[in-house]
């Protein structure tokens, strides 16, 4: 399977100041996105993580509590790469070579830094949950301080990354043009079920309309 | 957020032989993946890649090829942890602390080798193709020996790995439970759209029935 169309740039591009062509694109990716994954190395052994992810300006916010022992190296300032995929269709193509599937992908490199004033972290664990379900924020009460303590938010300067995609239908090879075979694309697209309510909710609570 | 109802093991798991429950359920979370995203570090710069996924046997099968310098640094055998995950929910709970996602999660950790028999190479590219759309493979020609010099198929032995999941309703302090804030999990599923045909089709093609 090839990359037949691709806008792929595996260069990093420094981009300091916001308004750049570039910075736009990735954040739009970013910001359609629930989950990156988070690659760093330890003891010579790499580990990709998916986390919870965010955006506050040009900081990526990226949120884990499962795997404490790797969040915590990863906050000591470990270099990481964050990456946002989105997969946004299987592309059929007439061979197996020239199939492929079209996504949206932001690589962020750089080093995570941990957000430890309580303000802040309070704002950046606001703007994850608002971020996954917006409208939601208005509902939820403060976060304590209790709470706050046993959150760890890493944030990730959008300043060096690598934007690729791949879009459009099949690049066949042009013999394979006339083949009597279907080729075209499967779209694929992460869609929202229907509200599951939890069983230890009270009667008579309404499904609020953000959701 | 929180992982408050986690059924995680971060521990590596040597798992030589098959039949293993945990081998059987990472196999059943890759089997349903078209993605991994593969990290490994270069010049002390972590990298995680999108790549193409399917399960042969007790073998991950990867596929990329825009980023050939990193396939081909991934290809001489550095450690490489490839990750699927699922996004299967948000976890609304009534405050922001233990709100959190469904999901499940694998990562196998080990070296990636290059498939070099072409015989090998064209089974495993047929198995990814197959995989990302059961039935396409009878529709397609055989992959010229060209073809195959122009692909690389690394392969990753399932045999550390570790299985994270998430599942169920949100788990709230129970001093929130009777908060009047709407609770539950919004499920999230990748689907597939309506086939786009390829523009240069000719016409009368009529489209699959495994589509």
């Known amino acids: ?121 309070s704002t950046a664990l606001d703007a994850l949950v608002e971020h996954l379900a917006p409208g939601r924020l208005a509902d939820l009460r403060e976060s304590s301080r209790k709470e706050l303590n046993a959150t760890t938010i890493l944030k990730l300067p959008i300043e060096t990354f690598s934007v690729k995609a791949r879009t459009g239908p099949p690049s066949d090879a042009s013999y394979d043009i006339d083949l009597p075979v279907w080729a075209g694309v499967i779209p694929l697209t992460l869609t929202e079920g229907k509200p599951i309510g939890a069983p230890d909710m009270a009667d008579g609570i309404p499904l609020p309309d953000y959701l």
């Open 1 to 121: 399977m090839t990359e037949t169309n691709p806008t792929a740039d595996t260069r990093h591009r420094r981009v300091p100041e916001r308004g750049n062509h570039d910075f736009e694109r990735a954040c739009a990716i970013i910001d359609e996105a629930r989950v990156c994954h988070v690659g760093f190395t330890l003891e010579n052994q790499p580990y990709v993580v998916p986390m919870a992810v965010a955006r506050q300006g040009s900081d990526l916010l990226v949120h884990g509590s499962v795997v404490s022992r790797l969040i915590t190296s990863l906050a000591d300032g470990l270099p990481c790469c964050a990456t946002v995929t989105h997969l946004d269709g299987l592309v059929l193509a007439r061979s197996s070579f020239h199939s492929s599937m079209n996504y949206r992908s932001v690589m962020v490199f750089g080093k995570a830094q941990p957000i430890t004033d309580a303000d802040e972290k």
